[in-house]
């Protein structure tokens, strides 16, 4: 943080000198910005030092999103509907706040599909504005995707139908119509959705919903004097970061948890903030999934870093820590995220945590292919491009065949001022990270995933196909960078 802090600095003092002595005889290319004003400059150094989230306080007890029952279906086939809705909830005491959320007034239930079901969902738009229902880590057909190609007007409504053909792993949902799926999500519309499979049924991981298997939403906001959200005027074009944390829509959150194994499942849903989740007590834990699946083997971590729409799944093992302390998750700068309070009571099923998990692998002739399409992420504020471009629904930029591995390279290229991290994404599959900078990548990536964080500078090299044809999104996931067109469209034939 501290020598962040005075590189900004030295850097801010560097360009001061170098635009008073040069007095405009340098060319233009020198100063790549010189288009953008001082406030757009002071935005964007104030970008690295990021507001701290206020403490959980732990007065309120954890929310847990309902599971959605079904409407119908038996043993392989099941009927779900979404309504994207807008309402009031009591996030303060005695204070409604304007929100949306899915079949309810503030983010969604939990879905839970099988692996092998035929899913078919009703999405129904109760909004005054335009969505789409985007499925965020799941092969599916593009028509399914729920891309900002897939709009659905206020009133309308859509059935997608896809059979789940991937493994077991936490997914989630939100909104994403072109230019306004940061505001969208920013106001409630985000949930997750579960694939189970026979491999996770059998492993005895903990898996009672809501008391040893917890969703976790992470998503900071800033609040207005009336306790109200107002993306417009909060808005920040290199991501809204507030200093008010919200897990599962629960202000100053606590869970209640036994002394017993306890598996989080976390999401980073929020717009742009990046955590790095420790305890408290320095004790590390397991994490065992990534964002589209469960690693080989679990992976024993002090912290674990998310940037926003990773997912980790990782494992407290409360019988194995000193519960006279308090205990708490807290993020890298110290700030308590969610305060533990350890009953004594033991549940009646015990869980472990298998030595082999998965068998994720990457083949040497993965290794072997050539890179046969580069992706260079690059800006900040409203000037990030993709390639050197801005999204054009009209336009495809990748073409893949259906079924084909190919090697992509993807290269955050720095700005004058360092640049930022992206969370690079892309839809309707899971990939690979061959390396990052060349080198193996940490061992708590070795797995599938559909968002990466990438550091200025840094090249990661991804193994990727799709199973399905059709035309998807690939992006910054800092959702006002997607809305700026930090985004292109692959065709997948
Ligand atoms: Cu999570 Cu294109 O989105
Ligand atoms: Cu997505
Ligand atoms: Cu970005």
């Known amino acids: 943080m501290g020598t962040k802090l005075k590189i900004i600095l030295l850097l801010i003092g560097i360009l001061v000198i170098s635009a008073c002595s040069n007095d405009n005889t340098q060319p233009e290319e020198e100063m790549d910005h010189s288009t953008m004003d001082q406030d757009t400059m002071d935005e964007h150094m104030s970008h690295d030092e990021v507001v701290s989230l206020n403490d959980s306080t732990g007065e309120n007890e954890l929310n847990i999103p309902p599971m959605l029952e079904?409407?119908?279906?038996?043993?392989?086939?099941?009927?779900?509907?979404?309504?994207?809705?807008?309402?009031?909830?009591?996030?303060?005491?005695?204070?409604?706040?304007?929100?949306?959320?899915?079949?309810?007034?503030?983010?969604?239930?939990?879905?839970?599909?099988?692996?092998?079901?035929?899913?078919?969902?009703?999405?129904?738009?109760?909004?005054?504005?335009?969505?789409?229902?985007?499925w965020h880590g799941l092969e599916v057909s593009a028509d399914a995707d729920g891309g900002p190609h897939e709009v659905i007007k206020p009133e309308e409504e859509k059935v997608i139908e896809f059979e789940v053909t991937q493994e077991a792993s936490?997914?989630?949902?939100?909104?994403?119509?072109?230019?306004?799926?940061?505001?969208?999500?920013?106001?409630?519309?985000?949930?997750?959705?579960?694939?189970?499979?026979?491999?996770?049924?059998?492993?005895?991981?903990?898996?009672?919903?809501?008391?040893?298997?917890?969703?976790?939403?992470?998503?900071?906001?800033?609040?207005?004097?009336?306790?109200?959200?107002?993306?417009?005027?909060?808005?920040?074009?290199?991501?809204?970061?507030?200093?008010?944390?919200?897990?599962?829509?629960?202000?100053?959150?606590?869970?209640?948890?036994?002394?017993?194994?306890?598996?989080?499942?976390?999401?980073?849903?929020?717009?742009?903030?990046?955590?790095?989740?420790?305890?408290?007590?320095g004790d590390s834990f397991d994490q065992i999934a990534t964002d589209g699946g469960f690693l080989n083997e679990p992976v024993t971590l002090k912290e674990v870093t998310l940037t926003p729409a990773?997912?980790?799944?990782?494992?407290?093992?409360?019988?194995?820590?000193?519960?006279?302390?308090?205990?708490?998750?807290i993020n890298e700068d110290g700030a308590v995220l969610l305060p533990f309070e350890v009953s004594d009571q033991k549940n009646g099923v015990a869980s472990s945590i298998p030595e082999e998990m998965n068998n994720f692998s990457i083949t040497e002739e993965e290794m072997n292919l050539p890179v046969t399409k580069k992706i260079e992420l690059f800006g900040m504020m409203d000037q990030v491009t993709l390639n050197g471009k801005k999204f054009d629904p009209e336009r495809?930029?990748?073409?893949?065949?259906?079924?084909?591995?190919?090697?992509?390279?993807?290269y955050n290229k720095p700005d004058e001022m360092g640049g930022m991290i992206h969370p690079f994404h892309i839809h309707g599959t899971q990939f690979k990270i061959l390396s990052r900078d060349g080198k193996e990548p940490p061992e708590n990536e070795r797995g599938w995933k559909d968002t990466i964080s990438i550091q200025p500078d840094e090249r990661v090299k991804i193994a990727i196909q799709f199973k399905y044809k059709g035309v998807y999104m690939l992006h910054c996931h800092i959702l006002e960078h997607e809305d700026s067109g930090m985004m292109g469209q692959i065709m997948v034939e």
């Open 70 to 134: 079904p409407d119908a279906g038996d043993d392989n086939q099941v009927e779900y509907t979404v309504r994207a809705q807008k309402g009031k909830t009591e996030i303060f005491d005695g204070t409604e706040t304007a929100t949306y959320g899915y079949n309810g007034s503030f983010l969604g239930p939990t879905l839970r599909f099988k692996k092998g079901d035929q899913v078919k969902i009703t999405t129904i738009n109760e909004l005054d504005e335009a969505t789409t229902f985007h």
């Open 170 to 281: 936490t997914l989630w949902f939100h909104p994403h119509p072109e230019g306004k799926t940061a505001e969208q999500v920013y106001n409630g519309l985000a949930g997750l959705f579960y694939i189970e499979d026979d491999n996770s049924k059998s492993l005895g991981l903990p898996n009672e919903y809501g008391k040893n298997d917890i969703p976790l939403i992470f998503q900071d906001r800033i609040f207005d004097d009336k306790k109200q959200l107002n993306f417009s005027a909060d808005m920040n074009e290199d991501g809204t970061i507030g200093d008010t944390l919200l897990i599962n829509g629960t202000l100053n959150p606590r869970l209640t948890v036994n002394k017993e194994k306890v598996r989080l499942r976390l999401l980073n849903g929020s717009n742009a903030r990046n955590y790095t989740f420790k305890l408290n007590t």
């Open 310 to 329: 990773e997912r980790a799944e990782i494992i407290i093992d409360f019988s194995q820590l000193n519960t006279d302390e308090e205990i708490a998750l």
């Open 396 to 410: 495809i930029d990748f073409t893949q065949e259906q079924g084909v591995t190919e090697v992509w390279e993807i």
